[in-house]
């Protein structure tokens, strides 16, 4: 069964930085696409950024710059690195294993606030 646990969200000051886990199994992470996804109240959900087995990245113009995915594939785990956090950035963020049918983690709430 696949299984996607994230964790490493909470509440940081604007400018500050998270980094957020997920830990995989069930799933052949190293040949998998993985990808964090973002909700927030009132908006349509957003692919942040996700990375392929072959480690290529792309991020949402949002977040260019200032966040960093990256796995490590003798770990099963995916990251995303958040840093200079705004407002904004507010939501729930998923990970997800992007394939024929996409599987969610629980998702973990990141809170941007002064």
């Known amino acids: 069964q696949v299984q996607l646990v994230e964790s490493g969200g909470g509440l940081v000051q604007p400018g500050g930085s998270l980094r957020l886990s997920c830990a995989a199994s069930?799933?052949?992470?190293?040949?998998?696409?993985m990808g964090w996804y973002r909700r927030a109240p009132g908006k349509q959900r957003e692919l942040v950024a996700h990375i392929t087995g072959g480690g290529s990245t792309n991020y949402a113009h949002s977040v260019k710059g200032r966040f960093t995915i990256s796995r490590d594939n003798a770990k099963f785990t995916v990251y995303l690195q958040m840093n200079s956090l705004k407002f904004e950035d507010t939501a729930v963020y998923f990970c997800?294993?992007?394939?024929?049918?996409?599987?969610w983690g629980q998702g973990t709430q990141v809170t941007v606030s002064s």
């Open positions: 069930g799933i052949a992470f190293s040949r998998a696409t």
């Open positions: 997800t294993y992007i394939s024929s049918r996409d599987y």
